[in-house]
């Protein structure tokens, strides 16, 4: 099952790098944004309940959706960009095993303990 799973991840991280071939960006764009959402770690340097809130809202893919499609409805291309990387980040990260966080531990995930 974990790995239909990460196959699952795995698709919809490809998805994204499709959805992004229709934005106006050059390739590099892309691979210099990907990492991005991971400045939502920052907030662990406060505590861990902030680091599990602001990580989370970088890594959520209802969010990435709900962004990419106000950008595609709007047509503002870098609202389409951010929907894009952030959904596209959070698949990559969950097929590596990095799920949403618990406010108890970072290594404590919903998709279990890293």
Do not use: C
């Amino acid at each position: 099952m974990k790995n239909l799973l990460k196959l699952e991840e795995l698709a919809m991280f490809l998805l994204s790098i499709y959805l992004f071939s229709f934005l106006d960006y050059a390739w590099w764009v892309y691979l210099i944004w990907i990492l991005a959402p991971d400045i939502g770690m920052l907030g662990y340097a406060i505590n861990i309940k902030l680091g599990a809130t602001t990580y989370n809202l970088f890594h959520h893919k209802g969010i990435a959706i709900i962004i990419g499609f106000l950008g595609f409805w709007w047509s503002i291309p870098e609202l389409q960009l951010s929907g894009i990387i952030l959904f596209g980040h959070a698949s990559m990260d969950r097929i590596f095993g990095y799920g949403l966080k618990l406010s108890n531990s970072f290594k404590n995930t919903h998709l279990g303990n890293l």
